[in-house]
Structure formats: C-alpha cells, structure tokens
C-alpha cells in the first residue's frame, strides 16, 4: 500500500506559480510511474504530467505544456509539480497518484490516489 498526501494547493493571481507536493508513506512509490491529474465539477479527472519510473519519460497535457514542470524525488518519495503563469482555467482539485506500472498515461493503471489539493486561480 502507498499513502499519498498533497500539498501546496490554495488561492492565487492568474499569472502566479504554485508548487505542487505530493508524500508517499507507506511502500515505496519508486517502483512506478507517477503523475498528477486535476478535477473540476461535471468534469472527469485528467492528466496534467506523468513521469516515469526512472524520471527519464515525462508527458505533460497540451493545457500546462511549456508552463509546467513534474518531478520526483524517489529518496524523499515525493512527487512535485511546478506550475508557471497561472491561468483561471488551471482552478481544479489537483490529485497525485501512484502506479506499479513503469510508465502509463491511462488512469484506470493508477492504484494509489491522493485525497486532492485545492487550486484556485482567480482573474
């Protein structure tokens, strides 16, 4: 079992940063792909960055590219998430979660999920 527990999360200017934390308690997360998805009401959960077991594949939604960042740092089992120039759109409840996959983009292939963060960019 991994626990996951972000943090990080809160209200910020459209054009402001947040850094995203992510604990893992528990086994190991370093056998596994992580990633980070968001959530927002009526709306099903999706990816924003995924990397992989090793750190050496990273995928980032077309929404956060260019403006984002995903890392790991598997001795402190810590998942991290950098986002630049915030956007209105970027308000959702952002989740970490685990796999025992080395790498996958699917959501159903992620076993261990974090209770969510809460972003809220305003304008």
């Known amino acids: 079992q991994v626990q996951l527990v972000e943090s990080g999360g809160g209200l910020v200017q459209a054009g402001g940063s947040l850094r995203l934390s992510c604990a893992a308690s528990?086994?190991?997360?370093?056998?596994?792909?992580v990633a980070w998805f968001r959530q927002t009401p009526g709306k099903e959960r999706e990816i924003v960055a995924s990397?992989?077991?090793?750190?050496?594949?990273?995928f980032y939604a077309d929404s956060v590219k260019g403006r984002s960042t995903i890392s790991r740092d598997n001795a402190k089992n810590t998942l991290y998430l950098q986002i630049n120039t915030l956007k209105p759109e970027d308000t959702a409840v952002y989740y970490c979660?685990?796999?025992?996959?080395?790498?996958?983009?699917?959501?159903?292939?992620?076993?261990?999920w974090g209770q969510g963060t809460q972003v809220t960019v305003s304008s």
């Open positions: 979660a685990a796999s025992r996959a080395s790498y996958t983009l699917d959501v159903r292939r992620y076993e261990y």
């Open positions: 990397i992989s077991r090793s750190g050496s594949t990273i």
């Open positions: 528990g086994r190991t997360f370093s056998g596994g792909a």
